[in-house]
């Protein structure tokens, strides 16, 4: 059975998640996500849960409570991805845009690691989660990592998986920088502001220069960090040597600067 048509509607947006749909619709009809998806009796309290596939019979519910036809709630869906572009795709929202959240809005691109600007309104991304310590956050860092986040779409998007894997190694090793473990698609996507900016801008630090930057750190890493640099570089392992070389001639380079003069 069927439930009763609400008593009002609202239109889509586009690029619109349909868990913001479904808030939007909950708001327009006096309650909240729970009790609305518990009226349309689907088996889930959090419609977030329904972004990335709903099924038939839950888009029918729906649509036939919202009066919209059902291929328009299947369209407020992630559609298919490709394994890469899925990886930097977050489950939950992690950032979201302050100036459309305050009108219920909940957008697609919002979910991906390398979104960085509101596309609605130009707004930067802020997370979602911790504490919003903007004062800290240099403007310089800002734009490298918009660089980076704007690299990071075209790896993700592009046929081979050469520019994507470069990208990654230069998270991978920034990873060791804050010490932080886990996955690099899971670090661009990382709830603390600050630190998710500093992996973005890695990106774009790597496109220019990437050995001689990468051994300019090394010199001073910690064991964790050196781990993480051998994990950067494990499938290649001629641009560690690299590395090495580059450190090594850095630090010969230095050697009579640095020497006591004895005249």
Not at 63 to 74: E, F, S, Y
Not at 129 to 140: A, H, N, P, V, Y
């Amino acid at each position: 059975m069927k439930p009763h048509p609400l008593p009002k509607t609202v239109a889509p947006l586009p690029d619109e998640l349909l868990s913001g749909w479904l808030s939007r619709l909950a708001a327009a009809n006096y309650c909240d996500d729970a009790e609305l998806l518990a009226h349309l009796r689907i088996d889930t309290a959090h419609g977030t849960a329904l972004d990335f596939n709903v099924d038939a019979a839950a888009a029918a519910k729906i649509a036939n409570a919202a009066r919209v036809n059902p291929d328009v709630v299947r369209s407020l869906t992630f559609p298919a991805m490709t394994p890469r572009e899925a990886s930097l795709t977050a489950q939950m929202p992690f950032q979201h845009c302050m100036q459309c959240a305050r009108e219920g809005l909940s957008l697609r691109h919002w979910r991906r690691a390398w979104a960085f600007d509101c596309q609605v309104c130009g707004t930067r991304l802020v997370q979602t989660l911790g504490k919003l310590r903007e004062e800290q956050i240099s403007g310089k860092l800002i734009y490298r990592a918009r660089r980076g986040a704007e690299m990071l779409e075209c790896a993700a998007r592009s046929r081979g998986p050469k520019q994507l894997r470069r990208a990654m190694r230069a998270v991978t090793f920034a990873m060791s920088l804050k010490t932080f473990r886990g996955d690099p698609s899971f670090a661009v996507q990382n709830p603390r502001s600050e630190v998710r900016l500093f992996y973005l801008a890695a990106i774009a630090a790597a496109r220019s220069h990437p050995l001689a930057k990468a051994a300019i750190v090394s010199k001073s890493i910690d064991d964790y960090a050196r781990v993480a640099l051998l994990r950067a570089f494990e499938k290649e392992p001629r641009l560690l040597a690299a590395v090495d070389h580059i450190a090594q001639r850095c630090a010969r380079n230095r050697g009579p600067m640095t020497a006591v003069s004895h005249n």
